[in-house]
Nanobody
């Protein structure tokens, strides 16, 4: 099974920034053929999509992160990024990258904790 690998999580104070990376090297040349997503999940809550980047380079965000988060991809390195600025405590969650959407490939998650 192909597994994506997230990194870059950690603990920051409100207003801080983090850049999450998703190593999709396991997808090889197929990386450029997948729509890519970042999801997050807090304890007791559903895993929700927060950002999407399509093969055609269309981007979308949930309202609560729009203007603060930026999703991008590097098809040469097979890496998906999520730049997170102006972080808030409500952004605290485990963040997962995904290729292919529902039924696609997932990473193991990386913890992001934002303190007040």
């Amino acid at each position: 099974q192909v597994q994506l690998v997230e990194s870059g999580g950690g603990s920051v104070q409100s207003g801080g920034s983090l850049r999450l990376s998703c190593d999709a090297s396991g997808l090889g040349s197929d990386f450029s053929n997948y729509n890519l997503y970042w999801y997050r999940q807090s304890p007791g809550k559903q895993r929700d999509m927060v950002a999407a980047l399509t093969i055609g380079s269309s981007v979308s965000y949930i309202d609560s992160v729009r203007g603060r988060f930026t999703i991008s991809r590097d098809n040469t390195k097979n890496v998906l990024y999520l730049q997170m600025n102006s972080l808030r405590p409500e952004d605290t969650a485990v963040y997962f990258c995904n290729a292919g959407g529902n039924g696609g490939y997932w990473g193991q998650g990386t913890q992001v904790t934002v303190s007040s």
